[in-house]
Structures are given as structure tokens and as C-alpha cells.
């Protein structure tokens, strides 16, 4: 009977350091030494992706760990759904920022990242055969 687990979630763990320290430490430098002007304010949303997908990238390696699927997930796979997460948080915040941001388009957007990665996964999961390439 094949494997059908996803990579570890310790497989995951060295990208998430080097993500998590990368952008916790850049939002930390933003805040602490400059002046809130465009561009750092543009590489403190950079930043807020970058440290969040760092930060629940093993997080969600464990759930797709802890929950496989017929189809087994690739690492790639793991990287969007953090990236997702990364994305998601930093566009709220910059909707907050805007004074925008109330808790319908917040859900409202969370469930179109989550409608979005369902697609993805089902396109995935509908072009995937048992036994091909080694799976």
C-alpha cells in the first residue's frame, strides 16, 4: 500500500525559521527605525506575508499531515496554503489602515481565499491517479 502522507511537518521546519525570522525581524526594523513613508510601508506588508507564512507553515504542514487526503499533497501545496494565510492577514491589514475594514468583509474575504485554495485542490485532486509516477 503507497504512502499517501504529505512531507513532515520537520521537513518544513527549516523554511519556516528562515521565513519567520526574516520577517518578523524586518517588521520589527520597520517599526523600530524608519519613518512611515511609501516604501516602507510597502515592505512592512511584504514583511507581514513573509513572517506569517513562516509562522504557520508548520502549522499547516501538520494539518496536512494529520489529515491526508487520496490525493497526497505536495510541499508546494503546503507553501500556498501558508502563503494564503500570509496574504489574507496582510490585506487586512492594509484595509484597516484604510479605515475599511469591518467583520463581514473580513469573513467575506477569508472564505473567497478559502473558496479559491478548494478549487485549487480540487483541480489537483481530479488530475491525480493512483499509482502514476510512483504515488
Known amino acids: 500500500m503507497t504512502n499517501h502522507h504529505p512531507p513532515s511537518v520537520a521537513s518544513s521546519l527549516p523554511a519556516a525559521i528562515i521565513l519567520s525570522l526574516g520577517g518578523?525581524?524586518?517588521?520589527?526594523?520597520?517599526i523600530t527605525q524608519t519613518m512611515p513613508t511609501l516604501w516602507p510601508r510597502w515592505f512592512f506588508f511584504a514583511a507581514i506575508v513573509v513572517a506569517l507564512t513562516?509562522?504557520?507553515?508548520?502549522?499547516?504542514?501538520?494539518?496536512n499531515w494529520r489529515f491526508p487526503t487520496d490525493a497526497p499533497v505536495k510541499y508546494g501545496v503546503i507553501v500556498r496554503e501558508a502563503l494564503w494565510v500570509g496574504v489574507y492577514v496582510a490585506a487586512l491589514v492594509w484595509l484597516n489602515k484604510g479605515q475599511v475594514l469591518n467583520t463581514g468583509l473580513a469573513v467575506v474575504l477569508g472564505l473567497g481565499f478559502l473558496?479559491?485554495?478548494?478549487?485549487?485542490?480540487?483541480?489537483?485532486?481530479s488530475q491525480w491517479r493512483p499509482g502514476k509516477n510512483g504515488e
Open 54 to 63: 513562516g509562522t504557520v507553515l508548520p502549522f499547516i504542514a501538520f494539518l
Open 115 to 125: 473558496f479559491a485554495e478548494a478549487l485549487m485542490r480540487m483541480q489537483t485532486r
Open 24 to 30: 518578523w525581524s524586518g517588521i520589527w526594523y520597520l
